[in-house]
């Protein structure tokens, strides 16, 4: 067990079943969460685009956590309804957790300022980014493929309530995300106590993140401004496990910030610092 684990983290996924979207190598936090709820007793099926599987090492992943790869493009509904029926077939029972860790914006690859940017490109980043989430509730909900008490976290970022210009066309799927994830969660809780939630996480180095302009100075200033610095990914995931956990069975609904205290921070003793004449 990697050694920042708490040594009371020990099976608390044990017998439950899920579905993880989004690892593509091992700077994703989708991959980190695989590796930290194999570690925790959990077995799961791991999915990705086919596309993002051709670009990515997620067979490796596969088999270090003894998991089936079941290709899935999460915008469409007939490859989600495909990707429950055989993960509940695989997995012999309904599912108990979901991890949605998706995002892709072709503005921000394209390097569009947000004032002009393609609007086409701009429903690809919607479609792909949050309503894959709604599509995936669809129909988890309507084939009652999610047990009772199960759980669903989709990863955020603050930008859905701050302006952060670089992050472009993202911010608003972010925002969207976070209310699909309100307002399916009030549906599924009401339906089978299925619990909904958004983390919104510390700027981290993955693939994604690091194709957003001027990354790497962000990250530096925000690791500044939060009183515990940024959040690494394997503590994410190590939160995204509890929230899959019992020990999370009544929150529900929630934007759960997960940045080292960035999102209550309005300025710190070392960004005022760096502006301090010399």
Excluded at 20 to 39: T, Y
Excluded at 165 to 186: Q, V
Aim: aromatic share 10%.
């Amino acid at each position: 067990m990697n050694k920042n684990n708490l040594a009371v983290m020990n099976n608390l996924l044990k017998g439950k079943r899920g579905i993880i979207f989004g690892a593509l190598n091992d700077m994703s936090i989708a991959w980190k969460v695989a590796e930290q709820a194999h570690e925790q007793g959990a077995e799961f099926v791991l999915t990705n685009a086919p596309i993002a599987m051709r670009m990515g090492e997620i067979n490796k992943l596969a088999e270090k956590c003894n998991a089936e790869v079941i290709p899935a493009d999460a915008t469409s509904v007939e490859d989600l309804t495909n990707l429950f029926e055989k993960a509940t077939e695989i997995l012999g029972g309904k599912i108990d957790f979901v991890l949605h860790s998706i995002g892709m914006s072709p503005n921000v690859r394209k390097g569009k300022h947000y004032t002009n940017i393609n609007y086409n490109f701009l429903q690809q980043t919607l479609d792909v980014s949050a309503i894959s989430l709604h599509k995936t509730l669809a129909v988890a909900y309507e084939k009652d493929y999610i047990n009772d008490w199960g759980s669903v976290v989709a990863l955020t970022y603050i930008a859905a309530q701050r302006v952060f210009p670089d992050y472009n066309d993202m911010a608003d799927a972010k925002s969207l995300l976070e209310s699909i994830t309100r307002s399916f969660g009030y549906h599924y809780g009401v339906k089978r106590n299925v619990r909904i939630n958004t983390i919104s996480q510390s700027p981290t180095m993955t693939t994604a993140g690091s194709g957003v302009k001027g990354f790497s100075e962000f990250l530096s200033y925000s690791d500044q401004m939060s009183p515990l610095g940024n959040a690494p990914a394997v503590d994410c995931a190590n939160y995204v496990i509890s929230m899959f956990s019992d020990m999370t069975k009544y929150v529900t609904m929630q934007n759960l910030f997960h940045d080292g205290g960035f999102s209550n921070t309005g300025v710190s003793e070392k960004v005022i610092a760096n502006f301090e004449q010399k």
